[in-house]
C-alpha cells in the first residue's frame, strides 16, 4: 500500500484581492522508501503542497477540496491535537531557506531533544542525548558542537542540523523544501549525498521540493512537474527525464546545461505565470506554450496517460495513448 | 530613471500633493487616527477660545483675573462654569490658556528638536567616521540624563526660567532620539544608487545631505514630530507642577501646582480634575495621531490581510 | 570572554559619561549668575565658619584648582553642609538612596514582567477582546499624567477611602517602638509603598506591554515558530518557550532606554507622595536653594541612571546568547 496518497487536492489563500489557488486538482502517490520530487519554478505550488500535507497552513489558507490520505487515513479529517502527533513524529519537514529554522536563544541539542521528548516522553534525557549524538554523527556534525547556540553554526552546519533534527523522531516522511538553495555548491553535493543514504538507511520516504530539476532527477524515484499550481506531468525518474511530454517540462529541461550530449543553446521560456486569483480556464501554460492551439486556451486539459506510471496534463499527446 | 535635476520639476511637485491625497486616505481608515485629530481639534478650539473670556470681562484673566465677589474655591456655577481656585479666579480661562500653553510649547520644543535631530542625524549618517562617533556619543550623553532634574537644577542656578528657556532646553534634551532614527534611516539611504550617482555627478555633500536624502527622512522625521510633542508637553507640565515653570504662564500643570500646593486637592474635584484630565487627553490624541501616521508612512502595519 | 570585554567597555562608557556630568555641573555652579562662593556657603554661617568652608573648598584659588578641589572632594565624599538641615549631605543622601533604590527597583522590575506577560497575551490574541482591551487599556494608563494620577491615588485611597497612608515611608510609632520585630516593620513599609508603587507601575506597565506586544507579533513571523509547530509542539509551548524569550529582548532593550524617563517619574512621585528618597531631596533642595545638598543628590541620580543602564546592558547580554558567545 502507499504511503501517502493526495487525491485531487487543491489549496488556496484568502488574500485582499480574492482567492489565490495555489494549488489545483493534484494528485499523486508515494509508497514507503522511495522518494518523489516535485518540481517548478517559484509561485507554482510546490511549497504549498508540502506545507498542506503537514496542514500548517497559515490562517489565510485553506485547503478547498480533496483528500491526503497517509498510512490509509485521511489527514484532512483528523483534529488539531491529533495532527499535532503526526507531526514530527510521522511525517517531518525541512524548510525552504532553513537558516532561521533554528531558535537563536535555545541551544542546538535542546531543540532536536525537544522534539523527541513531545512526541516520546518516555525517554529521559539521556536516551535523548544519545539518540542526538548518533544523528550528529550520521549527518557528520562534529559531537562537541552539540551545546552550541546556532548562531554559531555555519550555513551548511545549520543545514545538516535541520537534517538531524528532521530524522529525530524517526519519521516515516519527511518533506523537504529546497534544503540545498541557500548553499553553495560544494555544500549542496554533499547534503544531496548524504539525503541519498538517508534513504538508504533510514528507509524514509522523501518528498523533495526543488526549481533544480536536476537535483531532482539525482535523488528521487519519481517526478512531479508542477506549473501554475498544477501538476502537468507526472511519472518514473527516467521517464520524465528521458522522454519529457509536457511542453513545460521539455523547456524546463532545455534551460538548465548538460555535460553531456550535444552543446545546445540555453533556452530560457518567455513570458510570465498566470495570475493565480483569476486563472485561465484552458491550458494554464497555453500562453508560452511554443506548441499550443488555439483549443489549448479554450479546454482545460485532462490526464492522458502516456504509460501506466507516467502521465501528462496536456491535451496535445493524444496520439501517444491511442485516443 | 534620471539623476538630472532640472527634468523632474513640475511632476515632483505635484507627486507631493498625491502622496499626501493617498496618506490622507489611508489615515482615514484608522479609528486611533480618526479619535486622535478629533479629540486635538477639541483642544485647538481651546486654545483659540482663550482669548475669548478675558474680551468678555477682565474678570475672567487667567492669571489676574479675581472675582471680586469670591475669594476662594468655588464649585461650578452660572458664572464660573467650572469653578474658581482659591484666589477667586475662573478656572475654565485658566484651562483653555493652558490648552493655548500646551500647543505653543509643544509643537515649539518638537520642531525644534526635531529640525536639531534631523540635520545632526543626517550629517552624522553621511559623513561618517570622526563626526559621526563623535555626535553619537554626545547623543548617548544627553538621552542619558533626565530632562527635568537637569532643568531642576538650571532653575536653582538660574532663578526662574522662561517658558522660552523651557521650551529651548526640551529640545536640547530631545534631539538624540530623534537623531538615532534619522541616522539609520541616512545610512541605509547612503548607498543607494541615486545617491552614488548623485556623487558621481558632481554634487558635495552639502547638496546631497539636502537635496536628496532630506526629502526622503523627512517624513519619520514628521512622526517623530508627535511623540515628541508629548514629551515635551508632560515636560513642562511636570516643572511647573513641582513649582518651577514660568511664572507668568498659565499651564495645566501650573493649576495643578496651585491646586496641591493650596491644599485643596482633597476638597476642589472641579479644580483638580480638569487639568489633569486634559494633559492626559492631550498626550493620548499625538499619540493616537503619531499610530495612525505610523501606519500611513509604513505599510507593513496597515490591516491588511496577509498574503503568504 | 566576549561578556566581560562588554562590560568592561561599557563600565569605562559610563564613568566617561559621568566625568562630563560631574565636570559640566561643576562650570555651571561657577559660572551662572550671582555668587558662587554662596553657592557652596551657607550665607548664614559665621565668618570664621566661612571661611574654613571657603578653604576646604579652595573657593579662593583659581577656576582649575577648584576644580582639582572639587574632584577630590567628590571622591572623599565631602559635599559640604546642607544649608537646610545643617547635616553632612553625604549623610543625608546616603540615608535617602536605599528607599529610592527600593521603590524604583521594584516598580520597574514589576511593571516590566507584567507588561511583558500582559504582552504576550495580547499578541497571541490578536485582534480578539483580549487583545483590544488590553491595548486600549495599556494606551490610557500611559499617556495619564504621572503626577496628577498620584495626586487622584491620594485622594481616593488614602484621603476618601482611608486604605492607606497619605504621606511617608513609615509609621512613626511602630519605627519607635522597641517590641516590634522585622516583619511588622517591613509590612509597615510595604503598607506605605503601596500606593507609590502602584502609581509607578500604571504608568509604565503599558508602554512594556505595547512593546512585548509588537515584538511579539514580529516574533511569530519568524521560520523558527513555524518550525515549532511543524514539530508538533503544543500551542503554549510554542509561545512561551519559543516566541516570548525572542519578543522580550526589545522589551529590555526599552526599559535601558527609558531609564531617564522613568527617574524623572520616580522623583515626581516621590515628591507627591512624601517619599523620603533622592528624588524628593533634589526637589527640596532645589525650592529651597540649598546647593549643595542639590548638587550632590543630582550627582547621586545620575550615577544611580548610568548604573542602571549598565544593570540593563548586562542583563540583556546575559540573554542574549548571541552576544554572550
New interface residues.
Partial sequence: MALLVAENLSVG????NGY?HAVEGVSFSLDAGKSLGFVGESGCGKT?LGMAV?R?M?S??LIREGRILFDGEDLLKKTDEE???????EI??I?Q??????????RVIDQIT??IH??TPSHNKDEAYEQVRVLFKFVGLPEDRMR??P??YSGGMKQRAIIA?ALACKPKLIIADEPTTALDVIVQDQILEETKSLQREFGVSIIYISHDISVVADICHDIGVMYAGQLVEYGAREEVFDNPVHPYTKALLSSYPTLTGEKSKLMPIPGEAPNLINPPFGCRFSDRCTEARVSCRSNPPVWLEITPTHKVLCHQYGKHCGE | MTVFNNDIGLSERFHWISRLLEGWSIYKKSFLGKIGLTLLAVFALMALCSSIPPLIDPMYQPMAGVDPEIFKATGPSTRHWLGTDFMGRDILSQLLTGARIAFMVGVSAAFMSVFLGTVIGMIAGYTGKFMDTFLMRLADMIMVMPALLVLLMLAALFGQLSIWFIVFFIALFRWPGVSRVIRAQTLSLKHRPFIEAARVAGASNLRIIFRHIMPNVLPLSFLYMTFQVTSAIIIEAALAFLGFGDPGTVSWGMMLQWVWKTGHMFKAPYWLLPPGICISLITLSFYMLGRAMDEVLDPRLRKEGETD | MELRRYIGRRLVQIVVIFFVILTVLFLLFRLAPGDPVSRMVDPNLTPEDAALLIKEFGLDQPLWMQYLYYLKNFFTGHFGFSFHYGQPVVQIIGDRLPNTILLFTTSIILSALVGIFLGKIAAWHKGKKTDTCMTLGALVTHTIFLPWLALIMIWVFAYKLGWFPITGMISVEIWLDPKAGVWIKALDVLHHMTLPLATLFLIHFGSYLLIMRSSMLDTLKEDYILTGRAKGLPEKVIRDHHAAPNAALPVVTSVGLSLAFSINGGALTETVFTWPGIGRELVFAVSHNDYPLAQASFLLIAIVVLLSNLVVDILYAYLDPRIRY
Fill in positions: 489563500y484568502q488574500t485582499q489565490l504549498t503537514m500548517l497559515p489565510n489558507g495532527m499535532r502527533q503526526i507531526r514530527w513524529q517531518s519537514m524548510f531557506a532553513a537558516m532561521n529554522a533554528l531558535n537563536p536563544v535555545h525537544e522534539a513531545t512526541h552550541d547556540y548562531h554559531q533534527m
